[in-house]
């Protein structure tokens, strides 16, 4: 893939154009007409004729060629009555022309002024320009104001006397007086920028669009720059990211931990396998989150999915296909529209879903009389079908105010099938007896979820200082059905069905205050309240054939409901001193779970008072190109209504689950210790040393016991908080660049996690030494090609962290938190392969991806417990081929920077995505 590199990073840079100009737009719409450098009227002249002058040239990079979309502003003074002082204001800008032209009029003509000109990736040129004509001399001393040369009653100053200084041989074209219908006009040429990769605190690879970007709170990983997970899902671009890792249910762990996942900066209801990678623009890794961010949710930080959103003028999309070796194919598109005070932002995607995949367990039980060993294979089909909208509209209703309206749409359909074989061998005396079942599953499975965001923001006067406030509301609904049909080795059939309903309403609201005291000093703080309230019907039948028809089991049946209620507020300060930066927050929680089973006179409620959660970062900067940080966080992990439901639940009769109502939440100190260090042409190091204690972590684990509903000895899994746990490690996240065409990214995490539940079971503990490897490595060939390879190996690991949305997985029970002191996950490695090549100046892009190349993404697990000890494995989507198809258009609508109008009239264009 050839990138080239004002072009890959074009529209990054057009949004951070508009931002840096429009962050200077509100103080340039109070400076009047009146000539910069000179004070208001001033004798012997019209201010209103004084802004007639045009400056104009072009902006190139260092091989000549004109730059694209560059942010260029002319600065000047302008007197300040609060503070007698005269400050640099903003007085015209825009951004250039695709060749690099720009064209600045309607100036005033008196004085100094300075002009920047920024393009992301390139280091800012800075030039005093002027037209040659001297503001009046001021009396008293040279260039200086008497004591009193103030209006007392409106503090601006009064007028000089004198008159002004022109140019030496005269104004411009002849005359001695300017605005007399003269021309001031000037060409400043050629105006060359070069590359600068020195960012403190980010670092981007400057020659191309970079996948990742490290800073020293968090690594951004840019997905939609990602060849690999082109036409796959959220699934496929966070298995990519460093430092996480994502098994086969889509579960993701960071340093071996369940984080919590945000879309766009909120919790979301999605699984990620209902989330489209095209949709994705980013996905940012926060190991250590502040007192800002929710406590609960998950002990190992917060992963945020940035979903895409252009903020260009114009009109601008894509459009895209594609289809994979298994069946699969995807179609999607993005549109955005922005002009004068709307901007709208749609997308739509839809994703076939074909697949296949195997597994097997074994298990030895050391239970029951006689002892048994059991054998069980599988085999799924996968057939699934899902598509999401996006729409919203952002009204700028003035240059200090918008308001966001937002909603979302997705629906899929899956139709999984399971073949499963079990083999029992009784280990009698003097034999082994066998027997033998053949179980064929049928499964139907459909959600919806509909959503809908209010979002207002507000720009205070004060630079930096703005509120923002928001309303989330989701409603979730799925339904499944399963036939089953199971073929004994005796002759027996039998046929089962299961069939599940539940509804979910979730309400979020939440407020933020960003307060700057002054420049070196910052306050913020906030509150938010959610509540989430869900009900779920399971029902289970067996076919009589005697009667000929289905008769419900209401043993192994169950219907609940169950209410998640949390409040919260937050107060952050942070302060800058010299090299020395200093944050500090502290949060309070506190949350209500109530639930009840529907077919019986049960309920219960858990109350969480108010718990703290203080967060402070200190930050150290060594010097230009490296700094340090100390940073503590305290998290929280409530048990949720699953593990707290003291029924049993029979979905599954190999795996009975049973809630324990006395678990109280997990609460986890984190210490992380980061080094950073930005060395030239584009390498970038990360070190963090960390260490997180978990305090009543909450583990499952499994006893025995006799049914008399089943009328047999049975194994339950249930959960306890254990007495301690720790983790702590190192990892050391590189990205270099190397001969302009390589760019290799490196993520290696070691470390020791140690769990103590002896308080569960008489000598139940863990320790275990882990490691995981990441590298993508990209290659610049010619020709627009570009060649992109994904590898990852991890270590046999301690813990099974889970955290996906999706209500599907594991029956009723599923979407808990599954650490466990009684087994660990085995070893697993894979390597993806990707090429892209771009047609058009980027227009049209073609990917082709091959997913596991070996076949070796095998995950696996090791279980022992004093009733049995188990193996076993999964594989999925092995040496899946991938080709996707994009069509990027658009129109720059530059009429806002046009001769009739170029002073920047974008009001609130800063506050669009914030």
């Known amino acids: 893939m050839k990138i080239n590199t004002i072009a890959s990073v074009k529209r990054s840079a057009i949004w951070a154009g508009l931002l840096s100009c429009t962050l200077l737009f509100v103080s340039a719409m109070t400076l009047v007409a009146q000539p910069t450098g000179a004070p208001a009227g001033a004798a012997g002249f019209d201010p209103s004729k004084m802004e007639i002058g045009r400056f104009y040239g072009k902006v190139v990079d260092e091989k000549g060629k004109g730059v694209g979309y560059a942010t260029v502003k002319l600065l000047g003074k302008k007197f300040d009555?609060?503070?007698?002082?005269?400050?640099?204001?903003?007085?015209?800008?825009?951004?250039?022309?695709?060749?690099?032209?720009?064209?600045?009029?309607?100036?005033?003509?008196?004085?100094?002024?300075?002009?920047?000109?920024?393009?992301?990736?390139?280091?800012?040129?800075?030039?005093?320009?002027?037209?040659?004509?001297?503001?009046?001399?001021?009396?008293?001393?040279?260039?200086?104001?008497?004591?009193?040369?103030?209006?007392?009653?409106?503090?601006?100053?009064?007028?000089?006397?004198?008159?002004?200084?022109?140019?030496?041989?005269?104004?411009?074209?002849?005359?001695?007086?300017?605005?007399?219908?003269?021309?001031?006009?000037?060409?400043?040429?050629?105006?060359?920028?070069?590359?600068?990769?020195?960012?403190?605190?980010?670092?981007?690879?400057?020659?191309?669009?970079?996948?990742?970007?490290?800073?020293?709170?968090?690594?951004?990983?840019?997905?939609?720059?990602?060849?690999?997970?082109?036409?796959?899902?959220?699934?496929?671009?966070?298995?990519?990211?460093?430092?996480?890792?994502?098994?086969?249910?889509?579960?993701?762990?960071?340093?071996?931990?369940?984080?919590?996942?945000?879309?766009?900066?909120?919790?979301?209801?999605?699984?990620?396998?209902?989330?489209?990678?095209?949709?994705?623009?980013?996905?940012?890794?926060?190991?250590?989150?502040?007192?800002?961010?929710?406590?609960?949710?998950?002990?190992?930080?917060?992963?945020?999915?940035?979903?895409?959103?252009?903020?260009?003028?114009?009109?601008?999309?894509?459009?895209?296909?594609?289809?994979?070796?298994?069946?699969?194919?995807?179609?999607?598109?993005?549109?955005?529209?922005?002009?004068?005070?709307?901007?709208?932002?749609?997308?739509?995607?839809?994703?076939?879903?074909?697949?296949?995949?195997?597994?097997?367990?074994?298990?030895?039980?050391?239970?029951?009389?006689?002892?048994?060993?059991?054998?069980?294979?599988?085999?799924?089909?996968?057939?699934?079908?899902?598509?999401?909208?996006?729409?919203?509209?952002?009204?700028?209703?003035?240059?200090?105010?918008?308001?966001?309206?937002?909603?979302?749409?997705?629906?899929?359909?899956?139709?999984?099938?399971?073949?499963?074989?079990?083999?029992?061998?009784?280990?009698?005396?003097?034999?082994?007896?066998?027997?033998?079942?053949?179980?064929?599953?049928?499964?139907?499975?459909?959600?919806?979820?509909?959503?809908?965001?209010?979002?207002?923001?507000?720009?205070?006067?004060?630079?930096?200082?703005?509120?923002?406030?928001?309303?989330?509301?989701?409603?979730?609904?799925?339904?499944?059905?399963?036939?089953?049909?199971?073929?004994?080795?005796?002759?027996?059939?039998?046929?089962?069905?299961?069939?599940?309903?539940?509804?979910?309403?979730?309400?979020?609201?939440?407020?933020?205050?960003?307060?700057?005291?002054?420049?070196?000093?910052?306050?913020?703080?906030?509150?938010?309240?959610?509540?989430?309230?869900?009900?779920?019907?399971?029902?289970?039948?067996?076919?009589?054939?005697?009667?000929?028809?289905?008769?419900?089991?209401?043993?192994?049946?169950?219907?609940?409901?169950?209410?998640?209620?949390?409040?919260?507020?937050?107060?952050?300060?942070?302060r800058q001193m010299g090299k020395w930066g200093f944050q500090a927050g502290l949060r309070a929680e506190s949350s209500l779970y109530s639930g009840a089973l529907l077919d019986r006179d049960s309920s219960f409620a858990i109350v969480y008072p108010i718990s703290l959660f203080p967060s402070v970062f200190v930050t150290r900067k060594l010097n230009e190109s490296a700094q340090v940080q100390l940073a503590y966080t305290r998290r929280v992990n409530r048990p949720n209504f699953f593990q707290t439901m003291p029924f049993t639940d029979f979905s599954d009769s190999l795996n009975l689950r049973r809630g324990n109502p006395q678990l109280i939440p997990e609460f986890t100190n984190s210490i992380e210790a980061t080094y950073q260090k930005i060395f030239n042409k584009g390498h970038n190091l990360l070190v963090s040393l960390y260490y997180k204690q978990a305090t009543n972590l909450i583990t499952t684990y499994q006893f025995n016991e006799y049914n008399s509903e089943l009328d047999r000895e049975v194994v339950v899994t249930s959960y306890a908080n254990s007495d301690y746990a720790a983790a702590y490690g190192a990892e050391i996240t590189l990205k270099n660049s190397f001969f302009k065409w390589l760019d290799l990214t490196t993520n290696v995490n070691v470390y020791q996690s140690d769990v103590d539940a002896t308080n569960v079971s008489a000598g139940l503990t863990v320790s275990q030494l882990s490691a995981f490897v990441k590298e993508t490595a990209q290659f610049k060939l010619p020709k627009g090609f570009s060649f992109q390879i994904n590898g990852e190996y991890r270590t046999r690991t301690a813990f099974t962290p889970s955290n996906n949305n999706d209500p599907f997985r594991g029956g009723p029970m599923g979407g808990q938190n599954i650490n466990t002191a009684q087994g660990y996950a085995l070893p697993n490695w894979f390597v993806d392969l990707s090429l892209r090549k771009e047609f058009m100046n980027r227009k049209f892009i073609a990917s082709l991806s091959v997913q596991d190349v070996f076949a070796s993404r095998k995950f696996g697990s090791y279980t022992y417990t004093d009733f049995f000890v188990q193996d076993s494995y999964r594989i999925m989507a092995q040496q899946t081929v991938r080709l996707n198809l994009t069509y990027t258009f658009g129109k720059m609508d530059t009429s806002l920077f046009s001769r009739k109008n170029n002073r920047m009239n974008m009001q609130g264009g800063d506050m669009i995505g914030n």
Do not use: C
């Not at 671009?237 to 993701?252: E, H, T």
């Not at 509120?467 to 036939?483: E, H, L």
């Open 81 to 574: 009555p609060q503070t007698k002082t005269f400050n640099e204001t903003l007085i015209a800008g825009q951004l250039t022309e695709e060749n690099g032209d720009f064209n600045l009029e309607k100036l005033p003509v008196v004085g100094d002024f300075t002009l920047k000109i920024s393009f992301l990736g390139y280091g800012e040129v800075t030039q005093t320009v002027t037209f040659g004509i001297k503001p009046p001399p001021m009396p008293g001393k040279p260039g200086g104001m008497p004591a009193d040369s103030t209006n007392k009653a409106s503090g601006a100053p009064k007028a000089p006397t004198g008159g002004f200084t022109p140019p030496a041989g005269g104004f411009p074209g002849g005359g001695g007086f300017p605005g007399g219908g003269q021309k001031f006009e000037k060409d400043l040429g050629n105006i060359r920028i070069s590359e600068d990769s020195k960012v403190l605190g980010e670092v981007t690879i400057t020659e191309r669009a970079s996948v990742a970007t490290l800073a020293i709170d968090r690594k951004s990983y840019r997905v939609d720059k990602d060849i690999s997970s082109a036409g796959g899902t959220a699934q496929d671009a966070l298995k990519n990211v460093p430092s996480l890792s994502v098994d086969l249910d889509g579960n993701v762990s960071l340093r071996n931990g369940a984080p919590q996942i945000f879309v766009d900066g909120r919790p979301t209801t999605l699984s990620l396998d209902q989330i489209s990678a095209d949709a994705i623009e980013s996905v940012e890794v926060i190991t250590n989150p502040s007192a800002k961010y929710d406590a609960g949710g998950g002990t190992a930080g917060i992963i945020n999915i940035v979903l895409k959103k252009e903020r260009r003028l114009g009109y601008n999309g894509n459009v895209r296909t594609g289809a994979d070796s298994r069946g699969g194919y995807n179609f999607g598109g993005d549109l955005n529209a922005r002009g004068g005070k709307i901007n709208l932002f749609a997308s739509a995607n839809i994703n076939k879903n074909k697949n296949f995949g195997d597994g097997e367990t074994i298990r030895q039980n050391n239970f029951g009389a006689p002892l048994s060993n059991i054998t069980q294979t599988t085999h799924n089909n996968i057939n699934g079908l899902f598509a999401n909208g996006r729409a919203g509209v952002d009204f700028l209703l003035d240059n200090r105010n918008t308001l966001t309206l937002s909603g979302n749409y997705t629906r899929g359909k899956f139709r999984p099938s399971d073949e499963i074989v079990t083999v029992t061998d009784y280990l009698y005396p003097t034999e082994t007896i066998s027997d033998s079942y053949t179980r064929l599953a049928d499964l139907d499975r459909n959600f919806r979820n509909v959503g809908a965001s209010v979002q207002f923001k507000h720009l205070f006067p004060k630079q930096g200082h703005e509120w923002t406030a928001d309303f989330n509301y989701n409603r979730v609904r799925f339904r499944g059905g399963s036939d089953y049909m199971t073929n004994y080795d005796n002759g027996i059939t039998s046929l089962e069905r299961q069939a599940a309903l539940g509804r979910g309403n979730i309400f979020t609201f939440q407020t933020d205050v960003v307060n700057p005291i002054n420049s070196k000093t910052k306050l913020e703080y906030g509150a938010r309240a959610s509540a989430r309230l869900n009900q779920n019907e399971n029902e289970n039948f067996y076919f009589d054939n005697a009667n000929n028809e289905w008769v419900q089991v209401t043993q192994i049946s169950d219907r609940y409901k169950f209410s998640d209620n949390v409040a919260a507020a937050y107060l952050q300060g942070s």
